[in-house]
């Protein structure tokens, strides 16, 4: 692998926004997309379907359960082996449960906002080898409290309790993480917005209605970020793909 090329890796690149994330990495030649997927077979498949369109840049798949340490230590071994080092890391996967009880916000607390802390923190070894390495995690309006408060913003009559709280949780590991690893490695909380994807299933009526959005736009803010042309807002919490677009927390 060209080591001029900027390394990549997209959590979830499998589906939804992670996939249509991939794809547009994949199609910028000065890129290596690495897609991470839980299911290998999935993966695969999603890994097809992208080098179907000959990109203009390079793509490769690595297996990753972001629920699982040993899974994660297998994939940073491998990125290490094949790269050497990582510049970019997208930490996108992760789920919205509509019903709410203990069991319900462990998971989505461990799936959305643990997981990928421990992602990042395996991963923060080969992203210091790069001279302009970024961490984005892919957060949501729903997570911001201030937003939560305010009766003319668009979620506000949803419920969505467990997914609100873990995204809450991870926007503050945004926050921190900015803190720990300022001056080496720039991060972002991001918000892709209503986007059709497998959790905007549940929003079937916002779909028809015209609220939810393809995931390509997504994309071209998460490339937006990896190109540094959001770095004046390190350690904010963006969306849209319009420089000085930021959410309160």
Known sequence: MSSSKTIVLVTGGNNGIGL????????????HCIMASRSLEKGKEALASVQSSEPAGTISLVQLDITSDASIAAAVKE???????????????????????????????????????MVTQAFAPLLLKSSAARVVYVSSALGSITIRGK?????????????????????????????????????????????????????EEKVKAGYAKSPDGSARGLLLIAEGKRDAENGLFLHDEKVGEVYEW
């Open 79 to 117: 990125v290490e082996a094949q790269h050497g080092h990582l510049d970019v890391l997208i930490n996108n996967a992760g789920v919205c449960p509509m019903d709410f009880s203990r069991s319900t916000l462990r998971d989505c607390i461990g799936t959305n906002a643990i997981s990928p802390a």
């Open 151 to 203: 009766s003319d913003s668009l979620g506000y009559g949803e419920a969505y309790k467990a997914y609100r709280t873990s995204k809450a949780t991870l926007n503050m590991l945004a926050a921190c993480d900015a803190w720990e690893y300022k001056g080496r490695i720039k991060v972002f909380a991001y918000c892709p917005g209503y986007v059709i994807s497998d959790l905007a299933g549940q929003r």
């Open 20 to 31: 249509a994330t991939c794809q547009l990495f994949a199609a910028q030649p000065n890129y």
